[in-house]
Structure formats: C-alpha cells, structure tokens
C-alpha cells in the first residue's frame, strides 16, 4: 500500500497536470508580428477563429511602425503621426534600420542626418540609445517593446483574450545582433517569442498553404521590396516523403535555395530623395529661408513626400501642397513621375540586382524560375515592374498574392504548426537557410604549428538553419575561439565589427585532465574535446555544451557492476544518438566517424561480454566542461537594463490605464450629455414627468456640457464619474417611469393571458374528462383556480389605483411586481400539466405463448414507452383543449 506522503505526491501531480492543461487552454491563441521599417501588421489563429490579420483601433489592417512619447504618455501609429510634425525629437520611427548597430554604423549616422531624436552611444554594449529626456534614456530594443505591446494589445481585442505566444518576423541578411535585439523586445514586451522566420519564407509559406504541389519541384522567387530593403529569395516547392514511425506519408516542402539581398534600396530611400527635391524647391522659392534648419518642417516633408510617391505610381503627376509650412510659408509645387525616376535613377539600377545574385548562386537562368511573386510596397511603384520585367519576363510576374499581408499570416501559421494548442491539417516542411558563411576561428595549441589562426567554416553560405555540428579538439588546458561571419555582413568588402558574433571560452578542462590523468594515460587514445555549435531555427549561434572524451579502462569493479553501468552507458548513447541523427551535423567528418566507429565497436563489445562474461574492453568516458559565450560587436541588453526597461514599462502602463479610464469616464460623461439632451424632446417624457423636472435636468446637463470644454479639459477620473452618478439620480426615475408606461399595456395582457390560461385548463379538464380517467386532485385544480382569481383580483386593484395615479409619479405596480406574480401562477400550472398519468398494464387473453412472454419481458402499452423517455404524457383532446395548450405555448415565447 501507498504511502501517505506518495498519494499526496502523487494528487499534487495530477493537479499540476491539470492546471497546466486549462492554462494552456486559455492561451490557444498564437499571434505574429510582421515588422518592417514603415509599418508592422498583426496576425492571429485561435481555435473558432480564422487565420487573419487583427485590426487597430482604427479598424486599420497595418500600424505605422512609430511611437510617440509626451508627457509619459506613449501614442502609436496614427496617432504618433499626427503629433511627428510638432514634436519630431519625441518621435521614433524607422527603428529597425538601426537595431543592434553602433553608433559609428553607416546606417546610424544616416539615422541621426534624417531625424531630429538625441542618439547617443551607449557606453558599455556599442550600441545607441536616446536622451529622451533629463530623467528618460530608451534603448531601441524598448522602443520597439513598446510597439509590440502596441501589436499584442490589437490581437487581444480581436482574441478576446491575452496573446502572448508569438512568431516575428526578420530579413534574412539580420546578424546574430539584431535578432537578438528583436528576441530581447519580446521580452520587454511580455511575449513568448516561438520562433523568428524571414519574411520571404513567411510570404513563401502562406503561398503554399492553399496550393498542391508535385514531386517534381517548382521554383519561384519571392521580390520584396518594402520600406527599408530589398529582398530575392529563390525557393523551391515539391512533394516530399516523410517518415512517422514505421508509416511514410507524402507532405509539400518549401525549400529555400538562395538569396539575393539589397540592405539600403527601399521605398524610404526614395522618400529621402524626394523630400530633398522638396526641400530644394522650397529654398528656390523662399531665398531668404532654409527649409533644413527645420526639423519640424522636414518631417512634414518627409509625410509628404512619400504620400506623392504613392500617388505617381497610379498618376503621371501630382501636387505636393502643406500649410504654414515653415515661418508661416505656404507650399505648393507640382511633381511628375517622370522627375520622382530621374532623381531615382541610380536605385531603380539596383533593382533586378538580388534576383541576379539568388539565381547566380543557384547556378540557374531566369527561364528556370516558373514566377516572380511582388511583395512589399514599394513593388508598386511603376519603374520598379518594369525593370524587374526587363529581366524575368512581364509574363512571369505575378500579383495573386497579396503583397501586404502575406508575410504575417505565413508567420501566424508557422506559429500555430509550433504551437502545442493547434493540430493541422495540412504540415508542410519548411527548410530555410542563412545568407552568411559562419566560420570558427582558433589557434593551434602546439607550438611547432606556428601560432597562425586556423580558419574552419562551420556553417556555410547558403546553409541550412536549424541544425548542430561537432567539432573535435585536441587541447591540453583550457581554450578560446571566435565565432564570425565568413563574409562581410554589410554589403561592403570591408571587415568591421559587426562581422564578429562572439568569443566561446571553454573552461574545467584543465581541472579535468589532472583529475583523470591516470585513467588518460592508460588510454591507447589522446582525448579529445568535443564542442557542439548550434544554428537555430531563429538564426541564432549557441554554443550549448562542451565535453571531454577518453578511453577508460576497466577499473576491476564488479560483474553485476558491470551490467549496471552496461545499461546505464547505453541508455545515455541511444539518447545521443537520437539527438545527433535529429539535429547534428558533425563538422569534421574524420574524427567524428572514427569516433563513432570507436563507440560502436565499444558496444558491439560489451554486448559480447555480457554474454562470455569476460573482462572489458575501454569505455568512452565524458566529462562536461564549461562554456562562456561571450558576445561581440553591439552587445544584448543585460539583466540589469531588462529590469530598469521593465519598471519603466510598468510605470507607463499604470499611467497608460489610468489615462484610459480618465478618457472612458469623460466619453461615458460626455455621451450621457448628449444621449439625454435628446431624450428629453421624447413626447413620452413629457407625460411621465413635470415641466419642472424637465427644465432641472436640461439645466444640469448644460451646466455639464459647459464645464466639460472649460475646467473638465483636465479633469480626473473621479469628477467625471461624481457628474455621471449626480445626473443619473435626476435621469434615472424619469427613465424608469417612462420605460414603466409604455410597458403597462403589454404588462397587463401577461397577467390576462396567465389568469386565462390556469382557468382554461382546469375547466377543460373538469368538463372533458371523464370521472375515472382523471389524474388531477380537485384539491389541485382548485388551488390553481383559487391563484389565478386571487392574481386576477391583484391585477384589477392595481389597475384600478394605477388609473387614479398621476404618470409624473411613481408606478403603483411595476413589471418586476408583474413577472413576480405570472411566475407564480405558470408554475403552479406547469406542475398540474406536467403530472404524469399512474402506468397500468394492459389486460390480455394468457395462453402458453403469452405466459412465455411475460416471463421473458415486461408488459409495457404505448403511455410506458413515452414515460421511459420522461417526456409527458401527450394525449389527444379536444378541440377547445388543444386551442388552450397553444395559448399557453405561446405564452411561454413570450
């Protein structure tokens, strides 16, 4: 028997279990994030609710990637818009240009040129942040934190529910730094972070999700040029075999082969050049002003300018026009599509560039492709498909995606296919890549070797993500090695910084060699270190274990030891196994093979010695040993910022709540003004209640619609809602009497037709039925008879003093006092109607056979067969009880 302690153990388990199951439940929503330079959008998939793009609180479909911050107060999207032009140094916008950057990075110093904001570098991670003010430093990884709380507060309008498990997308080309960046928003932001997936896989995604495909595989090359960059990437879709156990079942694949990037071509590079032409026109027309000395006016002139570039690419020309532009000057001039080109010209050159290189690496040809698939919004822009035609062919271009929203949704799908809570019909494989060579940089140990760095590609171009390799060294104390990119990382053949991923110190292997060195010598074999490097399927490098590998002699223990630790070594390499045939690649292939030829034959023979029970032959030992990742170029936040982020995030959250009940408790305030002012013209009102009542209340309500646009501008929560409360005590008996006079009538009826139908009832069944074939008491019928003269009388002295009574005052009856008796009576009367008739047995000639029957079952007539199923007994009436039986269903629909 159990012990006490164990059952209680085991109760506390099953509880955990099921808690753990309703929690998950009521976190079943996924989200993703689509975030670009110019606008982010945001998709969700809930169990009962379709795979979609969750709206604003504009009912807008995509969010200016922007965010305001005035007096504590944090203002998103449009909102952010509309206050950039007066307060441009408190506006964030295009972040994503310049996550996990240093402040000497080409892209930031473009950034500081472009925006008014106070950047400055961050003294210990070589990274940026800004001043926002004397008491407020903000990292880019908390501005961009708050535009997800932004993205979460949307999907839980449209979930109904909080949304915290979240896809994010990346550009293929983003390093180690700014995924890590984007990983450490999330964070702030409170989500759990699934997974991040490029954005032309994601797009990639949702096309696969409604076609089939063939084992014979299909390329496209998926051109997304949004606001900040340009991407090509080049995949593949076909039919693979996919083994599940024992079975094998055939599911689309989407493979990417290569991809061809631009980091700087986007829709917002040709904002800035028209925004210059603007500005240059303006200088032309006012000599005596320049325009740039403004940054207020320049970011109007930037709003401007990118919204003339969307009108030319449906017009030949345009005007671009904005009030008191600067010193109260007034701007108009006319722009045509011919000029927005030929002051482009030089990027619209650019353009075929990463279809060119994604083919090139891919050794294939543009007839190979079956279509080019747009993606972005700046695809629209008419030069841009006309360069890309000059190169693929206008044939093969194609639009039936849609462009905006396909990245997002794909990224919400891939979130439900990782997400525990979704079973999906349709899996499809995905198989990504990185852009960059990932390669491992250390020096040898021994001294003849010279001390030259070895150079190991670990990860290459064009690789696949999600996935681990080995690598083997023979070291005699502890090491160091660099983690890099094999190629410049910015478009440039010039090594910098940000090329350098991190520094991987592996420690305790020293302390390890002392320690088994006596075992060590004895082995036939020098050990080794083992150092496994991972790829995840977020793009991220990890180092997450190191060990120390040698032959052990036997050590003379005992048979019924040996066998212990025979199961116990086996055990751990079936589990090593499984993971490296899951998830490892090994890098050098010599060593790694030999060793697992050693480890095979090791238990090839220990399998024999078992059996002869002989001596054993040497075991591979393993020690683990230690691993510091350290790393370089702009560093990720550390514990301490995260902290000081997050009571920041709180306290603005409280400020965010508190602002939100003030402006619901002033809206609730201000609707009621108006509601009532209405009401009061209703001729109802003017019968239910006096001139004197009426003239009070409009008094008040104006005095309150005065001072809401004078000294209520900065009220509190709490007067609004004291002025509510003060209103609805004049407000609300006139409302009640009024609700109470245009009820009457239809109350009255109620309390007829229920007083109607009991007597009905009861007198059908004294006149219809015979004597004998009655089951109703006369004690019961006549209670019921008695309740409803008893009701009928209540209802004639109500009446009666209500017609006596004054409409501006009180009811003498209302419908509460109504539905209170009609309950009473309908019971009384369902309980007489739903009283089931006493079973009697049907009485028949008994022969053998019937007495046979009546042994094997029970005799039941067509009443027992109704009564089984404890329905009531439906018998046939007539006429004048069958018309009282529909007046009292009816009744009951009322």
Same mark, same amino acid.
């Given at each position: 028997?159990a012990?006490?302690?164990?059952?209680?153990?085991?109760?506390?388990?099953?509880?955990?279990m099921?808690?753990?199951?309703?929690?998950?439940?009521?976190?079943?929503?996924?989200?993703?994030?689509?975030?670009?330079?110019?606008?982010?959008?945001?998709?969700?998939?809930?169990?009962?609710?379709?795979?979609?793009?969750?709206?604003?609180?504009?009912?807008?479909?995509?969010?200016q990637?922007?965010?305001?911050?005035?007096?504590?107060?944090?203002?998103?999207?449009?909102?952010?818009?509309?206050?950039?032009?007066?307060?441009?140094?408190?506006?964030?916008?295009?972040?994503?240009?310049?996550?996990?950057?240093?402040?000497?990075d080409?892209?930031?110093?473009?950034?500081?040129?472009?925006?008014?904001n106070?950047?400055?570098?961050?003294?210990?991670?070589?990274?940026?942040?800004?001043?926002?003010?004397?008491?407020?430093?903000?990292?880019?990884?908390?501005?961009?934190?708050?535009?997800?709380?932004?993205?979460?507060?949307?999907?839980?309008?449209?979930?109904?529910?909080?949304?915290?498990?979240?896809?994010?997308?990346?550009?293929?080309?983003?390093?180690q730094?700014?995924?890590?960046?984007?990983?450490?928003?999330?964070?702030?932001?409170?989500?759990?972070?699934?997974?991040?997936?490029?954005?032309?896989?994601?797009?990639?995604?949702?096309?696969?999700?409604?076609?089939?495909?063939?084992?014979?595989?299909?390329?496209?090359?998926?051109?997304?040029?949004?606001?900040?960059?340009?991407?090509?990437?080049?995949?593949?879709?076909?039919?693979?075999?996919?083994?599940?156990?024992?079975?094998?079942?055939?599911?689309?694949q989407?493979?990417?082969?290569?991809?061809?990037?631009?980091?700087?071509?986007?829709?917002?590079?040709?904002?800035?050049?028209?925004?210059?032409?603007?500005?240059?026109?303006?200088?032309?027309?006012?000599?005596?002003?320049?325009?740039?000395?403004?940054g207020?006016?320049?970011?109007?002139?930037?709003?401007?300018?990118?919204?003339?570039?969307?009108?030319?690419?449906?017009?030949?020309?345009?005007?671009?026009?904005?009030?008191?532009?600067?010193?109260?000057?007034?701007?108009?001039?006319?722009?045509?599509?011919?000029?927005?080109?030929?002051?482009?010209?030089?990027?619209?050159?650019?353009?075929?560039?990463?279809?060119?290189?994604?083919?090139?690496?891919?050794?294939?040809?543009?007839?190979?492709?079956?279509?080019?698939v747009?993606?972005?919004?700046?695809?629209?822009?008419?030069?841009?498909?006309?360069n890309?035609?000059?190169?693929?062919?206008?044939?093969?271009?194609?639009?039936?995606?849609?462009?905006?929203?396909?990245?997002?949704?794909?990224?919400?799908?891939?979130?439900?296919?990782?997400?525990?809570?979704?079973?999906?019909?349709?899996?499809?494989?995905?198989k990504?890549?990185?852009?960059?060579?990932?390669?491992?940089?250390?020096?040898?140990?021994?001294?003849?070797?010279g001390?030259?760095?070895?150079?190991?590609?670990?990860?290459?171009?064009?690789g696949s993500?999600?996935?681990r390799?080995?690598?083997?060294?023979?070291?005699?104390?502890?090491?160091?090695?660099?983690?890099?990119?094999?190629?410049?990382?910015?478009?440039?053949?010039?090594?910098?910084?940000?090329?350098?991923?991190?520094?991987?110190?592996?420690?305790?292997?020293?302390?390890?060699?002392?320690?088994?060195?006596?075992?060590?010598?004895?082995?036939?074999?020098?050990?080794?270190?083992?150092?496994?490097?991972?790829?995840?399927?977020?793009?991220?490098?990890s180092?997450?274990?190191?060990?120390?590998?040698?032959?052990?002699?036997?050590?003379?223990?005992?048979?019924?030891?040996?066998?212990?630790?025979?199961?116990?070594?086996?055990?751990?390499?079936?589990?090593?196994?499984?993971?490296?045939?899951k998830?490892?690649?090994?890098?050098?292939?010599?060593n790694?093979?030999?060793?697992?030829?050693?480890?095979?034959?090791?238990?090839?023979?220990?399998?024999?010695?078992?059996?002869?029970?002989?001596?054993?032959?040497?075991?591979?030992?393993?020690?683990?040993?230690?691993?510091?990742?350290?790393?370089?170029?702009?560093?990720?936040?550390?514990?301490?910022?995260?902290?000081?982020?997050?009571?920041?995030?709180?306290?603005?959250?409280?400020?965010?709540?508190?602002?939100?009940?003030r402006?619901?408790?002033?809206?609730n305030?201000?609707?009621?003004v108006?509601?009532?002012? %209405?009401?009061?013209? /209703?001729?109802?009102?003017?019968? #239910?209640?006096?001139? +004197? &009542?009426?003239?009070? $209340?409009? !008094?008040? =309500?104006?005095?309150?619609?005065?001072?809401?646009?004078?000294?209520?501008?900065t009220a509190?929560?709490?007067?609004?809602?004291?002025?509510?409360?003060?209103?609805?005590?004049?407000?609300?008996?006139?409302?009640?009497?009024?609700?109470?006079?245009?009820?009457?009538?239809g109350?009255?009826?109620?309390?007829?037709?229920?007083?109607?139908?009991?007597?009905?009832?009861?007198?059908?069944?004294?006149?219809?039925?015979?004597?004998?074939?009655?089951?109703?008491?006369?004690?019961?019928?006549?209670?019921?008879?008695?309740?409803?003269?008893?009701?009928?009388?209540?209802?004639?002295?109500?009446?009666?003093?209500?017609?006596?009574? %004054?409409?501006?005052? /009180?009811?003498?009856?209302?419908? #509460?006092?109504?539905? +209170? &008796?009609?309950?009473? $009576?309908? !019971?009384? =009367?369902?309980?007489?109607?739903?009283?089931?008739?006493?079973?009697?047995?049907?009485?028949?000639?008994?022969?053998?056979?019937?007495?046979?029957?009546?042994?094997?079952?029970?005799?039941?007539?067509?009443?027992?067969?109704?009564?089984?199923?404890?329905?009531?007994?439906?018998?046939?009436?007539?006429e004048?009880?069958?018309?009282?039986?529909?007046?009292?269903?009816?009744?009951?629909?009322?």
């Amino acid at each position: 028997m159990a012990s006490p302690q164990r059952i209680v153990a085991i109760l506390c388990f099953v509880l955990a279990m099921v808690l753990s199951l309703l929690s998950d439940q009521a976190q079943a929503a996924v989200m993703s994030i689509d975030y670009g330079a110019e606008w982010f959008k945001v998709g969700l998939i809930k169990p009962g609710i379709p795979l979609d793009v969750a709206l604003n609180k504009d009912s807008k479909r995509k969010t200016q990637a922007i965010v305001t911050i005035r007096d504590d107060e944090r203002l998103y999207g449009s909102d952010a818009v509309a206050l950039s032009g007066r307060f441009p140094h408190l506006t964030y916008s295009n972040l994503k240009s310049i996550i996990g950057k240093p402040y000497e990075d080409k892209h930031c110093i473009e950034y500081r040129n472009r925006f008014s904001n106070n950047m400055s570098p961050h003294p210990d991670r070589n990274a940026v942040f800004f001043k926002h003010n004397e008491k407020m430093e903000l990292s880019v990884e908390e501005l961009i934190a708050y535009q997800f709380q932004n993205a979460r507060q949307q999907a839980k309008n449209t979930a109904g529910e909080d949304v915290k498990d979240v896809v994010i997308t990346v550009t293929p080309f983003a390093t180690q730094y700014e995924r890590q960046a984007i990983l450490d928003a999330a964070e702030l932001a409170g989500l759990n972070v699934l997974s991040l997936i490029h954005d032309e896989t994601a797009v990639a995604l949702q096309y696969a999700m409604n076609r089939d495909f063939t084992t014979t595989p299909e390329y496209h090359i998926f051109y997304d040029m949004g606001a900040g960059s340009t991407v090509a990437s080049l995949v593949s879709f076909s039919i693979v075999e996919q083994k599940e156990g024992k079975t094998t079942r055939k599911v689309p694949q989407l493979e990417v082969k290569a991809v061809g990037f631009d980091r700087t071509l986007g829709g917002h590079e040709f904002d800035i050049r028209l925004q210059n032409m603007l500005a240059d026109k303006f200088n032309e027309k006012n000599p005596s002003l320049d325009i740039r000395q403004s940054g207020n006016a320049m970011t109007r002139l930037l709003g401007e300018a990118n919204r003339v570039k969307q009108i030319l690419s449906a017009n030949t020309e345009t005007m671009a026009s904005l009030e008191s532009l600067y010193e109260d000057v007034d701007f108009k001039v006319k722009v045509t599509r011919g000029e927005l080109e030929h002051l482009c010209a030089d990027l619209l050159e650019r353009v075929p560039g990463p279809i060119i290189t994604a083919l090139k690496a891919n050794n294939m040809k543009p007839d190979d492709i079956k279509s080019l698939v747009l993606v972005g919004g700046s695809v629209r822009i008419p030069a841009v498909q006309k360069n890309l035609g000059a190169v693929v062919g206008t044939q093969n271009i194609a639009k039936n995606v849609n462009g905006d929203e396909a990245a997002v949704l794909g990224a919400a799908f891939r979130g439900a296919s990782l997400s525990k809570q979704f079973r999906l019909t349709k899996q499809i494989v995905i198989k990504d890549i990185t852009v960059f060579p990932i390669e491992v940089i250390y020096h040898p140990e021994d001294e003849h070797l010279g001390r030259q760095p070895i150079h190991t590609t670990l990860f290459n171009e064009f690789g696949s993500i999600g996935t681990r390799k080995i690598m083997t060294f023979k070291r005699q104390s502890d090491f160091e090695f660099d983690v890099k990119y094999g190629k410049p990382v910015d478009e440039e053949d010039v090594e910098t910084e940000l090329d350098q991923i991190a520094k991987v110190k592996v420690t305790g292997l020293t302390e390890a060699l002392e320690k088994y060195k006596d075992e060590i010598n004895s082995a036939e074999q020098p050990p080794k270190v083992r150092v496994s490097i991972e790829l995840s399927n977020s793009g991220l490098i990890s180092v997450p274990e190191a060990s120390l590998s040698f032959q052990a002699k036997d050590n003379g223990s005992s048979f019924s030891d040996k066998v212990k630790s025979f199961f116990g070594s086996k055990e751990e390499e079936t589990q090593s196994n499984e993971e490296t045939a899951k998830e490892t690649v090994q890098a050098d292939q010599n060593n790694t093979e030999s060793e697992k030829k050693t480890e095979k034959k090791t238990t090839t023979e220990e399998e024999k010695e078992e059996k002869t029970n002989k001596p054993k032959e040497p075991s591979l030992k393993k020690i683990p040993l230690n691993i510091e990742f350290i790393g370089a170029g702009p560093v990720a936040m550390s514990t301490e910022e995260k902290t000081e982020a997050r009571q920041r995030i709180r306290i603005l959250d409280t400020l965010d709540e508190k602002r939100r009940l003030r402006e619901e408790s002033r809206n609730n305030l201000e609707s009621f003004v108006y509601r009532i002012q %209405d009401f009061l013209y /209703d001729d109802t009102v003017g019968i #239910v209640s006096t001139e +004197k &009542q009426q003239e009070h $209340l409009r !008094e008040q =309500l104006s005095e309150t619609s005065d001072w809401l646009y004078d000294d209520g501008e900065t009220a509190d929560t709490k007067e609004y809602t004291d002025r509510l409360k003060k209103l609805q005590t004049f407000e609300k008996p006139i409302t009640f009497r009024r609700q109470e006079y245009l009820e009457r009538d239809g109350n009255i009826k109620r309390i007829e037709s229920s007083v109607q139908l009991a007597r009905v009832f009861v007198d059908n069944i004294r006149s219809n039925t015979p004597e004998e074939e009655r089951y109703h008491t006369d004690e019961e019928l006549d209670a019921v008879l008695d309740l409803a003269n008893q009701i009928d009388s209540w209802k004639i002295e109500k009446v009666t003093a209500q017609e006596k009574r %004054d409409h501006h005052l /009180d009811p003498v009856f209302t419908g #509460v006092d109504v539905n +209170k &008796q009609c309950r009473e $009576l309908d !019971e009384a =009367l369902m309980k007489l109607m739903k009283k089931k008739k006493p079973k009697t047995k049907k009485k028949v000639p008994k022969n053998e056979s019937t007495e046979e029957q009546e042994k094997q079952e029970p005799v039941t007539d067509e009443n027992d067969k109704k009564e089984s199923d404890d329905e009531p007994i439906i018998e046939k009436q007539p006429e004048q009880e069958q018309d009282s039986n529909e007046e009292h269903r009816k009744h009951d629909e009322l």
